[in-house]
Each structure stands twice: as C-alpha cells, then as structure tokens.
C-alpha cells in the first residue's frame, strides 16, 4: 500500500506561486506514476498534470500550461508541483494521487492511491 501527504497549499493572491509537495511512503515510489488534481467548491474533482515514473514524460492540463511544472525526487520520494502567475480560478483542494499499475494518466479512475489534500486559495 502507499501514503500519500500533500503540503505546501495556502493563501496567495494572484500572480503569485506556491510549490506544493507530495511525499510518499510504503510503496516503491519509483514504480508509480503519479499525478495532480483539483477540486473547487461545488465543482467535480479535475486533472492537473502528471509524470511518469522516471519523469520523462509529462502531462498538463491546458488552462495551467506555461504556468504549473510537476516534478519529482524518486531518491526522495516526492512529487512537486510548482504553481506558478496563479489565478482565483485555480483556488481548490489539490491532491496528489499514485497510479501503481496502469501507465501515465490523466483520469481519475486510473489512479489508486490519494492523499488527504492541500488548500490552495488565490485570491483577487
């Protein structure tokens, strides 16, 4: 099994950044792709970005291209997610979430472990 502890969330006005961090532990966190979402108020729980298992392959979605990096330390076992020139529409509950089995995603139901999640508000 795997745990998943996402920090980093906070309060930030916009234009600003935060890096969030998801570290992991009882698994072999370099066998595992993970991956970033989100959920807002009232809203369905939305992809962010993800990254292999060795980080050479990259997925964002389009609204935070140019803007978010994911990145991870496998000698750390950690997953970032640098949030950079952040807008209120990107205020929501971040997760970070570890797929064990299938390759890359960038959909919920193929990710099988999540953590508790970060607040992350931007404000105007």
């Known amino acids: 099994q795997v745990q998943l502890v996402e920090s980093g969330g906070g309060l930030v006005q916009a234009g600003g950044s935060l890096r969030l961090s998801c570290a992991a532990s009882?698994?072999?966190?370099?066998?595992?792709?993970m991956g970033w979402f989100r959920q807002a108020p009232g809203k369905e729980r939305e992809f962010v970005a993800s990254i292999s298992k060795t980080g050479g392959s990259t997925y964002y979605r389009d609204s935070v291209k140019g803007r978010f990096t994911i990145s991870r330390d496998n000698a750390k076992n950690t997953v970032f997610l640098q949030m950079n020139s952040l807008k209120p529409e990107d205020t929501g509950v971040y997760y970070c979430?570890?797929?064990?089995?299938?390759?890359?995603?960038?959909?919920?139901?193929?990710?099988?472990?999540w953590g508790q999640g970060t607040q992350v508000t931007v404000s105007s």
């Open positions: 009882g698994g072999t966190f370099s066998s595992y792709a």
């Open positions: 979430a570890a797929e064990t089995f299938a390759t890359v995603s960038t959909v919920i139901p193929d990710y099988d472990y």
